[in-house]
């Protein structure tokens, strides 16, 4: 199947983008280069187009209930305009999705990611329950990210919405570049900033009117390359990476998003077992003790025996050096332990980190 | 994209330039915009043998790794050891101060295989 286009494919190319089929789309994956491009958003602010993700809204006057059955953390406790980080999984425990679901009062948009939309639906779809509904969106909506110290004040200048007003994981429904946008303050790179929902007839009047209105500060477009990077340093899972149907929520860290005790949702009763007998692995962060790159599906070692994968693994661009994510078996994930990622067959020294490994200076 | 015509390559886009017995190499400059920005390279030493095709060495971009394949047989005379530091010089000058290693040329024969740089302009298209 030929990969889709994004409302914007055009004017990625014509930005100089190297474009990559990604979760069947044809995305950006680098404009001037990762590197640069990662520190642009650390430095002042940049763009992403992440149109690829998909959009469900979720409505009927059993939406609530149906997402506390579906989803791992606790719904009841979100009010108009709130979001929050969640995922599904199997009743094995295994995870479909992680996905951050806003909530509209009487209805909520759930943003899932681009690969696990039809997965994500057809299981959605099995589970109904009578009186809630499930609307895929996906394609009536662009969604752009803007990031960065200066995302506000690049914002700021294309809408009355008082921005310093809305909180992290919140959100509003208001005009910006004088269209009606959905403006969330979330993201995925752990520098301040939002993900703009918008229509996709408007996606070009929108992006160029950020790039304009971000110009003072040297906005720039940002691919997924670096999107990747950035992620990483803040130790933010990504599905198909870090986390997927053969791991559990417990392991990788999402304890803190799976409300064990608000009562009934798919994958509850293998969770809590999890939970009871305690994580047999854990997900840690850790970085290279020496010039190297760690990539997924590296071994683990201690002492020469395998003891977990590294999930995700890049060179850090704040850092300077070779950081990475993986799963090692307890008691291993002590933060401090010494340990070695096979890399061509030879075990280069790393170490278990306190994460995220980037805290941002403001 | 530059495919400077006095330089001769090899199908895994290292470049050679041969000046008597002496193969200087590198890569090229499609090879490094689709590598993207190198964080480090890691080279044989000086005096080590390698033999055509063979991998002596590795290159780690952020987004990937790629192994560097000698394009003759031959033996080590000479590292860029300024890579170590500024491994990014591949990326912004591969056919200058981004070389990468010198080779003494051992098995004359060899150079058959290489590709112009036509040669090598249809291979990447």
């Not at chain 1, 979001?83 to 909520?108: K, L, P, S």
């Not at chain 2, 043998?49 to 790794?65: D, P, R």
């Amino acid at each position: 199947m030929q990969p889709r286009k994004t409302a914007l494919y055009d004017v990625h190319t014509q930005l100089g983008a190297k474009m990559v089929e990604f979760a069947g789309y044809w995305m950006p994956v680098q404009y001037k280069g990762v590197i640069d491009e990662h520190k642009r958003v650390r430095s002042t602010v940049g763009i992403f187009d992440v149109s690829h993700m998909g959009e469900f809204f979720i409505q009927g006057e059993k939406a609530s209930e149906y997402l506390q059955k579906m989803t791992l953390n606790d719904v009841t406790k979100l009010e108009k305009y709130r979001a929050q980080y969640t995922g599904m999984c199997y009743e094995n425990g295994g995870m479909i999705d992680d996905m951050i679901v806003y909530c509209f009062g009487d209805h909520f948009m759930a943003i899932v990611n681009a690969s696990n939309r039809e997965k994500d639906l057809k299981w959605m779809n099995e589970h109904l329950i009578p009186g809630a509904e499930i609307v895929d969106r996906s394609d009536e909506y662009s969604l752009f990210a803007v990031q960065g110290r200066k995302a506000e004040a690049t914002l700021q200048k294309l809408t009355d919405l008082e921005l310093s007003e809305v909180k992290y994981y919140w959100f509003r429904e208001t005009k910006l570049a004088e269209v009606d946008a959905i403006v969330l303050r979330t993201g995925y790179t752990g520098e301040e900033g939002f993900e703009i929902a918008i229509h996709v007839d408007h996606s070009e009047k929108v992006w160029n009117g950020l790039l304009e209105a971000g110009k003072e500060f040297d906005i720039e477009p940002i691919g997924l390359g670096a999107r990747d990077t950035l992620r990483m340093e803040m130790k933010f899972c990504l599905y198909g990476n870090d986390i997927d149907e053969t791991t559990n929520p417990i392991e990788a860290g999402l304890g803190w998003a799976t409300k064990l005790d608000k009562g009934d949702f798919l994958g509850r009763e293998a969770i809590m077992q999890v939970k009871e007998k305690g994580a047999t692995r854990k997900l840690v962060g850790f970085e290279m003790k020496q010039r190297a790159v760690p990539r997924h599906g590296y071994k683990i070692l201690k002492d020469g025996d395998e003891i977990g994968c590294v999930t995700s693994g890049t060179f850090s661009p704040s850092l300077e050096k070779g950081i990475g994510i993986g799963y090692v078996n307890v008691p291993f994930n002590e933060v401090g332990t010494s340990v070695a990622i096979e890399i061509r067959g030879k075990g280069i020294a790393a170490e278990v980190v306190k994460t995220p490994f980037y805290q941002r200076p403001y | 994209m530059e495919i400077p015509e006095a330089l001769q390559y090899t199908s895994e886009h290292e470049w050679v330039a041969i000046e008597g017995d002496i193969a200087t190499i590198g890569i090229t400059d499609y090879a490094q915009g689709e590598l993207g920005d190198i964080v480090f390279v890691e080279l044989p030493n000086k005096g080590d043998s390698t033999s055509q095709m063979e991998a002596f060495g590795t290159i780690e971009a952020v987004k990937a790794v790629s192994e560097l394949y000698a394009p003759l047989s031959g033996e080590i005379q000479e590292v860029n050891s300024a890579l170590e530091e500024q491994p990014e010089l591949i990326n912004s000058d591969p056919f200058g101060e981004g070389w990468i290693i010198k080779l003494k040329i051992d098995d004359e024969s060899g150079k058959e295989k290489l590709l112009s740089a036509e040669e090598y302009q249809s291979q990447i298209g």
